[in-house]
C-alpha cells in the first residue's frame, strides 16, 4: 500500500469534516429535532387523554349523582308540590278526620301567605272530638306525604253525651305549603 502524503491525508480529513458536518446538518439535527417535536406532542396528547379519562369517570359519577338528585327532587316535590291542588289536600284531611272520629264544625282554607321560597297555605278549624281521636289526628296529618304543620291547638272541655262522646271543642290551624 502506498502511504498516502500529507496533502492527501487533509483532503479527507475536510472531507471527512465536511461528511460529518452535513450528517449533522441535513440528516442527525432535522431527525432528532423531528423527535423532539413528537415527544413533546406525544406528552401533550397523553396528559390530554389522562385528563380526558379523569373527566369520563368523573361524569359517570355526576350522572349517577344527578340521578340520584333528580329521585330526591320528585320526592321533595311531593313534600312541598308546586300547586295548590286543594281538592287532593281536602280529601286527604276529611278521609283522617273520618278515620279518627273528628266532627267538623267548620273547615276554611284561608289566603295564602307568600314567603321568598314557598307559600303557606292555612286552614283554620273548628271540630269536636276527644282528646286521643285530635292527637291521633294531628300524628296522622303530620304523616302525609306532603307536608302540613298544626298551629294554635285551643281545646274548651265538653260534656259528653249518649248521642255525642266527644268530651272537647278545639280550634286549630294547619299550614301546608308550595313551592314557587
Known amino acids: 500500500m502506498k502511504k498516502?502524503?500529507?496533502?492527501?491525508k487533509g483532503v479527507l480529513i475536510v472531507i471527512a469534516v465536511v461528511g460529518i458536518w452535513a450528517?449533522?446538518?441535513y440528516l442527525y439535527k432535522p431527525i432528532t429535532g423531528e423527535i423532539n417535536k413528537l415527544q413533546v406532542e406525544?406528552?401533550?396528547k397523553q396528559a390530554k387523554l389522562d385528563a380526558t379519562r379523569i373527566a369520563a369517570e368523573e361524569l359517570e359519577v355526576l350522572q349517577a349523582e344527578l340521578k340520584i338528585i333528580e329521585i330526591e327532587a320528585r320526592e321533595m316535590e311531593k313534600k312541598l308540590p308546586k300547586s295548590k291542588d286543594l281538592p287532593k289536600l281536602i280529601r286527604d284531611i276529611t278521609r283522617a278526620m273520618e278515620r279518627h272520629r273528628i266532627s267538623v264544625q267548620t273547615f276554611t282554607p284561608t289566603k295564602e301567605v307568600l314567603k321568598t321560597y314557598y307559600s303557606e297555605i292555612p286552614i283554620t278549624m273548628l271540630a269536636t272530638c276527644n282528646y286521643h281521636n285530635l292527637a291521633n289526628f294531628i300524628a296522622d296529618v303530620g304523616q302525609f306525604e306532603?307536608?302540613?304543620n298544626t298551629f294554635d291547638v285551643t281545646m274548651t272541655?265538653?260534656?259528653a253525651t249518649k248521642e255525642s262522646p266527644d268530651t272537647i271543642t278545639t280550634n286549630f290551624r294547619l299550614m301546608t305549603y308550595m313551592a314557587k
Open 4 to 8: 498516502l502524503t500529507n496533502q492527501e
Open 23 to 25: 450528517y449533522w446538518k
Open 42 to 44: 406525544l406528552s401533550q
Open 146 to 148: 306532603r307536608v302540613i
Open 157 to 159: 272541655p265538653k260534656a
